[in-house]
């Protein structure tokens, strides 16, 4: 049974940063193309970032292009999401997914295998 617990979400102010960790098991992890999803209240969950299995490629929403950076460590089973110069609008419920495709020019929760139980990130200004 694949397993995903979401960490390091919180709250912060404008202009700061946090750090997503996704710890996964049951699935392998290497073999994987895992992503960044969120979901506002009231608005549909959108695709944030999505990765590659050795993380090579990666696809960017434009609303955090420049911003947020997606990376993973195979040998850790972890998928992590470096978010700087956070803004109100990215308040929001953060959720890690494996998926079953990748493209870098588009990312789709549709893809999506397995989900994390999601981290709250809430961005005062």
């Known amino acids: 049974q694949v397993h995903l617990v979401e960490s390091g979400g919180g709250p912060v102010q404008a202009g700061g940063s946090l750090r997503l960790s996704c710890k996964a098991s049951g699935l392998n992890f290497d073999g994987s193309y895992m992503g960044w999803f969120r979901q506002a209240a009231g608005k549909e969950r959108e695709a944030v970032s999505c990765?590659?299995?050795?993380?090579?490629?990666?696809y960017y929403a434009d609303s955090v292009k420049g911003r947020f950076t997606v990376s993973r460590d195979n040998a850790k089973n972890t998928l992590f999401l470096q978010m700087d110069s956070l803004k109100p609008e990215d308040t929001a419920t953060y959720y890690c997914?494996?998926?079953?495709?990748?493209?870098?020019?588009?990312?789709?929760?549709?893809?999506?295998?397995?989900w994390g139980q999601g981290t709250q990130v809430t961005v005062s200004s």
């Open positions: 997914a494996s998926l079953d495709n990748f493209y870098e020019d588009y990312c789709s929760d549709s893809w999506s295998n397995a």
């Open positions: 990765i590659s299995w050795a993380g090579a490629a990666k």
